[in-house]
């Protein structure tokens, strides 16, 4: 079993930056790939980021690509979403999850509750 609580998110302008953290509970955080997905009023929620179990491979939606770095610390129990250059279209809660490495929603047993990212233009 794995709890995880995101922090991080706010108010900022475009081309402004932001760092989302997600903090784990639990002794199994290692053994979980990780992501990030996203849910804007209206919308799906999509997916963001995700990184491996070591943290050796990474994946990105194309929307993010070259803006976004995820990254994960094994010993704290905590990955981030260094996010920059923001757009406006970037506002959305974000959610950090743990799981299966992959993009689909599916894939990931655990979620936190969310925090929320708005970037004004």
Request: glycine share 14%.
């Amino acid at each position: 079993q794995v709890q995880l609580v995101e922090s991080g998110g706010g108010l900022v302008q475009a081309g402004g930056s932001l760092r989302l953290s997600c903090a784990a509970s639990g002794r199994t955080f290692s053994g979980y790939a990780m992501g990030w997905f996203r849910q804007a009023p209206g919308k799906e929620r999509e997916f963001v980021a995700c990184i491996s179990v070591r943290g050796g491979s990474t994946y990105y939606a194309e929307s993010v690509k070259g803006r976004f770095t995820i990254s994960r610390d094994n010993a704290k129990k905590t990955v981030s979403l260094q996010m920059n250059t923001l757009k406006p279209e970037d506002t959305a809660v974000y959610y950090c999850a743990a799981g299966n490495y992959g993009t689909d929603r599916s894939a990931y047993h655990f979620w936190g509750q969310g925090t929320q990212v708005t970037v004004s233009s």
